[in-house]
């Protein structure tokens, strides 16, 4: 007769295992020390075999018979339920090593290995700051195109929309990396393309000389650390991306020769390029390499061994009662008053910016083209701007 939960629970242990027969090669098997343990009978090859089910009440009577049905249907196939368990708990195993976080910093290593490492660390700190708290210790195949959709929605809420479509991407690069290493089967964000839609580009804007001027008092009065100060003098005076500046190494800068030479891993066209320094460039750098002794020229204040972060500057701009501007926008002022000036040849101007040169063979020469011409450029542009004297 079959058995029913009453009968189950009542059941009583005895001083020997007592069997209690469900059907179907089901049963249950009360110890004397009163657990109760499913088991599955069946025949295979010949010989009997006993499966271990489960124990009761952990598992239910009708979820015993729903695992007897598909252990028998595993006998039908030839195969050992037991076996079978093995295979999918050392699969499962395998997946739960395959977590995004791995194969995230696999891809990093792999697949970003020829970008520059501040490339590197920004896709480092989107993902611990946002994506691996949400879905880091997932299995790659586990994760779901809502999950996704949930970090991308909550960045964008918090106006980080720009950084979002920038995350959607290299997760979706990581995905495509786990389907190439077999440790995916789909990309879930592919399907997100467009979910975010990105805000009103703030393009750079150029300052007028009296909005430089009001810059340039506001930056004399500033009383945070001297090494922002320094940064902020900087930015204008030399117009480099503010990433070439924030991650400035010492070992780039030849003061004696009023030379800076950035490597091509860290210039946004991958190839080195010369920023000829004006006289009050150097003295200002000469005060600068007293402050950090270190390899980094801005160095964080909470970890030295890595430059200051993004916003620091653009905050010191806040401070400044500079709102509405950014870093970026030095480029733009630069560009705009060099052109505007006349004194210039545009090749000069666009080398001196690190524009990208169409003729691939002239971009492997040019980063010391015109330099005779660029140093009086910047020279010049230092002069006019309000540098001719440094307190």
Not at 325 to 342: N, P, V
């Amino acid at each position: 007769m079959a058995l029913t939960d009453v009968k189950i629970r009542q059941a009583k242990p005895g001083p020997s295992p007592i069997k209690m027969t469900d059907g179907g090669g089901l049963h249950l098997e009360v110890k004397p020390n009163g657990s109760k343990l499913w088991r599955y009978r069946y025949r295979l090859d010949g010989k009997e075999n006993t499966f271990a089910i489960g124990a009761y009440p952990d598992v239910s009577l009708a979820n015993a018979r729903a695992e007897r049905d598909v252990a028998r249907e595993h006998v039908r196939a030839g195969r050992h339920p037991s076996h079978v368990r093995q295979t999918e708990k050392a699969t499962q195993l395998a997946e739960n090593r395959n977590t995004f976080k791995v194969v995230a910093e696999e891809w990093i290593e792999d697949r970003l290995g020829q970008r520059s490492q501040t490339y590197r660390d920004q896709c480092r700190r989107a993902f611990a700051n946002d994506v691996y708290p949400a879905v880091g210790r997932m299995p790659m195949r586990e994760i779901t195109a809502a999950q996704v959709l949930a970090i991308l929605r909550k960045m964008d809420a918090r106006g980080a929309t720009t950084l979002a479509l920038q995350v959607r991407q290299w997760i979706s690069a990581v995905f495509r990396f786990g389907v190439a290493t077999l440790r995916a089967d789909a990309d879930p964000a592919a399907a997100l393309k467009g979910a975010i839609q990105r805000k009103a580009i703030n393009h750079s804007q150029p300052m007028s000389r009296e909005q430089l001027g009001k810059y340039l008092a506001a930056v004399e009065s500033y009383r945070g650390h001297r090494g922002t100060v320094i940064a902020l003098k900087l930015l204008p005076m030399l117009f480099t991306r503010t990433g070439e500046l924030r991650c400035a190494r010492w070992s780039e800068f030849d003061l004696d020769g009023a030379m800076w030479e950035i490597p091509a891993e860290r210039m946004k066209m991958r190839r080195k390029h010369l920023v000829p320094l004006p006289t009050q460039a150097v003295e200002l750098l000469r005060e600068l390499r007293k402050i950090t002794a270190g390899d980094l020229l801005f160095p964080g204040l909470r970890d030295p061994s890595r430059p200051i972060s993004p916003t620091t500057l653009n905050r010191a701009l806040e401070y400044l009662n500079m709102k509405g501007w950014h870093c970026h926008d030095f480029r733009a002022t630069a560009a705009t008053h060099l052109y505007e000036s006349g004194n210039w040849r545009p090749e000069v101007i666009e080398i001196q910016l690190a524009h990208a040169e169409k003729s691939k063979t002239k971009a492997a020469y040019n980063h010391a083209q015109y330099l005779a011409e660029r140093a009086g450029m910047m020279q010049g542009w230092a002069d006019s701007i309000g540098f001719g004297k440094l307190p």
